[in-house]
Each structure stands twice: as C-alpha cells, then as structure tokens.
C-alpha cells in the first residue's frame, strides 16, 4: 500500500519571504499523480497544485511551484512571496493512475503559520 | 454551480444513537468518498463507491455504514458501534483520476 509522509507537523514564515514544505511518499508503481491541497481555518478543502509523475517538469502555480524528485519519491511545496492568507494546514496527496477511480492517499499534514 | 452540499454542519449524538451525515454532489461525478479528519491524524479514508449500487471498505470502516442508491448521494451513518465519532467528516467526489478530488464543507460531529 501506498503511504505519504510529512515529516513537518508544523512551520512558520515571515510575511514575503519563502518557505518549503516537505513531503516523501511510498510505491512500487511509476504511474501516479501527486496534490498538494491547502485547507484554511474554514476547513475547505482547496487543490493547490498537482503533478503527474511522467512529466519530468515541476508543476508551478503562482506563487506556488513543487520539486518533484521521482527517484527519491519527495514532492515538497514551495510557496514564494507568503502571504497571509496562505496560513493553513497544507496536504500531500498520492494516487495511483492505475485503476480507475481510486482514493486519495493523504499525509497527515503541515500546518503552516505567516508571521506579520 | 457545481458542487458537493455536506449536511448538517454541525451534528450532536448522544449515546447509543445512529447519525447519518449526507452528502450530495450535482457535479455527475461517479466516484464518492468519505473521510475522517482528526488533529494530527490527517484525512482517513472510512468508504468509497465508484458506481451506483457498489462501495468498498476504506482504512477505518469499523463502525460505519454507507449506501449508494444515487449517483448524486452517498450519505454515511455513524453507528452506536463507533465509540469515538467525535471528528470532522468529509465527503468527496471525482470523475477522471487524472482530475483532483471536489470535497464538501464537512460536518462537525460531537457526542453530546
């Protein structure tokens, strides 16, 4: 079974300054895509960026870019320019690409604080 | 617009009590998903359905029943045999595993 690790419970940045949050993943497949979803104080849950595994670029949206290592199995998030609205709990997000619809595995988050 | 409505928001069980929490989508997606959310614990899968009429049992099913009689609904009842449904639940759906999950708001449920 595929599992995803956030080795991060929580992390603060300053207002405009730059932060990254890390995320490793687990799985014998070479098939799959990968989400970062941010979920602020009102607990929806907002799809942030995302990535397919065969594409060898970075996904980028924004202010919001990721370093997908495939070898390594790591996807951490970088967020430039924070801001504070961008203050929530951040999630990482694995699923296979393999068959159908299948559910999303999910870290067990980062909590991520701007400082004013 | 399209989307996926979590009712109540809030919701109180006492001991012994069968709750069910629904959850509808008008998005035509064939997939739904419910999880759990506790601090620290990130999002649990409790069950999915892929098709009307057919779910399977996700990580923490114990406790838990569903059904899936419509495409647009799969509500969740929380049983008197789970002892600690105090959590935020959160329904989902999709259509395409290339395409990112929609979720609801999520309903608050406490034991009162």
């Known amino acids: 079974a595929q599992t995803v690790t956030q080795s991060q419970p929580e992390m603060s940045v300053q207002e405009a300054e730059t932060v990254t949050l890390s995320c490793t993943y687990d799985t014998s497949e070479s098939d799959y895509y990968l989400f970062w979803y941010k979920q602020p104080p009102s607990r929806q849950m907002i799809l942030v960026i995302r990535?397919?595994?065969?594409?060898?670029q970075n996904a980028t949206e924004n202010r919001f870019s990721v370093n997908f290592q495939k070898a390594a199995k790591s996807f951490s998030l970088k967020i430039s320019d924070s801001q504070l609205g961008d203050a929530a709990m951040y999630f990482c997000?694995?699923?296979?690409?393999?068959?159908?619809?299948?559910?999303?595995?999910f870290g067990k988050g980062t909590r991520l604080s701007v400082i004013a | 617009d399209g989307g996926i409505t979590q009712s109540p928001k809030y919701l109180f069980r006492k001991e012994g009590q069968n709750v069910t929490l629904s959850c509808e989508q008008n998005l035509n997606h064939d997939a739904m998903y419910w999880y759990r959310q506790d601090p620290g614990q990130g999002l649990r899968l409790i069950y999915y359905s892929q098709i009307v009429n057919d779910f399977q049992k996700g990580d923490i099913a114990e406790g838990y029943s569903v059904s899936r009689e419509k495409k647009e609904s799969f509500p969740l009842t929380v049983t008197s045999a789970q002892k600690n449904p105090t959590a935020f639940y959160l329904c989902?759906?999709?259509?395409?595993?290339?395409?990112?999950?929609?979720f609801g708001d999520g309903t608050r449920l406490s034991i009162l």
């Open positions: 989902a759906s999709i259509q395409g595993a290339n395409q990112p999950q929609h």
């Open positions: 997000a694995y699923r296979t690409m393999n068959s159908g619809n299948t559910p999303l595995v």
């Open positions: 990535q397919e595994a065969y594409k060898q």
